[in-house]
């Protein structure tokens, strides 16, 4: 069983950056890759990007690659993704997910967050 919970949502104005953090309990965590995915109101829920069990593979939506890094500390079992120039259309709420392999289909992950809600400004 692995519990998620995000943070670092906000405001933030267009070019702007935010780091979330994906924060996780469960002492086989490393065992997990980790995955982002976001939902806009209205729209479908959106692969963001993911990061295999040790961290070398790392898998990113063309709409924010180049944009968005995807990383984890296995020693403080949590995930980040940094997001730099962030755009309007990156607004949504943002959800921490995992399973055993990394995958862009939100049905593969076992484990979901809360939900941390991103907003950028015009």
């Known amino acids: 069983q692995v519990q998620l919970v995000e943070t670092g949502g906000g405001l933030v104005q267009a070019g702007g950056s935010l780091r979330l953090s994906c924060a996780a309990s469960g002492r086989t965590f490393s065992n997990y890759a980790v995955g982002w995915f976001r939902q806009a109101p209205g729209k479908e829920r959106e692969f963001v990007a993911a990061?295999?069990?040790?961290?070398?593979?790392?898998y990113y939506a063309d709409s924010v690659k180049g944009r968005f890094t995807i990383s984890r500390d296995n020693a403080k079992i949590t995930v980040y993704l940094q997001m730099n120039s962030l755009k309007p259309e990156d607004t949504a709420v943002y959800y921490c997910?995992?399973?055993?392999?990394?995958?862009?289909?939100?049905?593969?992950?076992?484990?979901w967050g809360q939900g941390t809600q991103v907003t950028v400004s015009s």
């Open positions: 997910v995992s399973s055993l392999l990394p995958s862009q289909d939100p049905l593969r992950y076992d484990y």
């Open positions: 990061i295999s069990r040790t961290g070398r593979s790392t």
